[in-house]
């Protein structure tokens, strides 16, 4: 059997928190050490933050029925 570690990523603002995805580490990755963490931390990152500066045209913020 493979083996395979997942760590949560989440973000907290001030009281609130939100998890965000996971970091799934695999043996084809190669041997897990701080290094290999920090590459695929910044690599979901990276991912992140091209989501938040491009978000799609159909990823509206607004919920119909919300408060003005």
Known sequence: MPTEITLPVAVRVG???A???TITLTEE???VTE???RRAAAAFFRTAVDI?????????E????AAP
């Open 15 to 17: 009281d609130t928190e």
């Open 19 to 21: 998890q965000w995805g």
């Open 29 to 31: 990755d190669g041997p």
């Open 35 to 37: 290094d290999t963490i």
């Open 52 to 60: 938040l500066e491009h978000p799609r045209s159909d990823d509206a």
């Open 62 to 65: 607004e919920v119909d029925g």
